[in-house]
């Protein structure tokens, strides 16, 4: 009798549409030391090493190199429930804190805290209810049974938003604009985008909640091309929305399976979707390629890319260990 072990599976799985092709790594991330791993978003340096935010408390901020081995972790004691980063020209991370900080931290790479934007656990006023879906059941509205489904009990909180509040009511990104300014989303419990100038001073706020062009259902990212306009994932519209920094309207792309980040370079607008696509446009907001499909691994809560064909997915809901993901252009 012959008794055969099979060996470890390892498959290659490959997008392509219109000319783009990638191929998809899996095991890029060496992260065996970092049990149940939950990767939430990254940003890449001028060296193309990658840091990452976590849902982890006992390590927050991960530092990879480029084949994926873990330099450091850092960021202890520092961040509720980090979001996103952004690396700036100063070399420090905008961390955006979507929990119970309510603010958005700027901090060195080496760990200290260099200043917050927003008031530190003050939360703004956006009429935000947290028991609105447990009180639409409790009015008869609906059965009782409808608390158990996510998407109702996540929606009916958003509807709960009565106004564009002040910074910030948990945020999601912010970032420097090519003008020094700073430009930040503001999501799961208001419905904003907030302007900053160079010196972190705050000027203003624009949107509210709603489905119509201009408003927001969680903005939860945003970005700046290379034309200096913001383009804001509107996530729970399935849509991303085009501004100029006075806040003035000028696009609204729709039907997405929810975009969750975005990442620009000099061609293109590359759209990481929650509910499993990329979706690449061009400067003329055409889309020129769609891969995934509902449900598939491209379920993208964070997206980003080191500018060289390689691009990063956290995909917060994978059943696995690994949510940090490599998708390279072929």
């Not at 006992?58 to 450091?72: H, I, M, R, T």
């Not at 100038?197 to 990212?221: C, I, M, V």
């Not at 920094?245 to 929650?274: C, T």
Request: proline share 4%; net charge negative; aromatic share 12%.
């Amino acid at each position: 009798m012959q008794i055969i072990d099979a060996k470890q599976r390892k498959a290659n799985i490959y997008f392509e549409d219109h000319g783009f092709k990638f191929i998809l790594d899996l095991d890029w991330a060496k992260t065996n030391d970092y049990p149940d791993l939950v990767a939430a978003n990254s940003v890449c340096d001028e060296k193309g090493n990658v840091y990452v935010a976590t849902r982890n408390k006992e390590y927050p901020l991960l530092y990879l190199d480029k084949d994926g081995n873990v330099l450091k972790s850092f960021g202890q004691d520092l961040l509720d429930t980090p979001h996103c980063l952004f690396y700036t020209k100063d070399k420090t991370l905008l961390c955006t804190d979507s929990g119970a900080l309510h603010v958005i931290r700027e901090i060195s790479t080496d760990g200290k805290v260099l200043r917050d934007f927003g008031s530190f656990k003050q939360p703004s006023d956006s009429g935000y209810d947290p028991d609105a879906a447990k009180k639409l059941v409790e009015q008869g509205l609906y059965p009782q049974e409808k608390l158990n489904d996510p998407t109702f009990v996540i929606r009916s909180k958003l509807n709960s938003i009565q106004r564009a509040a002040e910074p910030f009511n948990k945020p999601t990104k912010m970032i420097v604009a090519r003008n020094g300014q700073y430009f930040a989303s503001d999501g799961y419990r208001n419905a904003a985008i907030h302007h900053f100038d160079k010196d972190g001073n705050y000027l203003k706020t624009w949107g509210g909640p709603g489905t119509e062009a201009g408003q927001f259902r969680l903005p939860h990212s945003i970005a700046e091309d290379d034309k200096e306009r913001l383009w804001v994932a509107d996530r729970e519209n399935d849509r991303l929305q085009v501004f100029d920094h006075d806040g003035n309207l000028l696009a609204v792309i729709n039907n997405l399976l929810q975009p969750s980040e975005i990442y620009i370079d000099k061609e293109y607008i590359y759209v990481g979707e929650s509910k499993g696509g990329i979706t690449i446009l061009d400067y003329n907001y055409q889309i020129v390629c769609q891969i995934g499909y509902p449900g598939s691994i491209l379920r993208c809560h964070g997206f980003n890319s080191d500018g060289n064909g390689n691009f990063y997915i956290c995909a917060l809901w994978i059943n696995g260990k690994n949510t940090l993901l490599r998708l390279r252009r072929i």
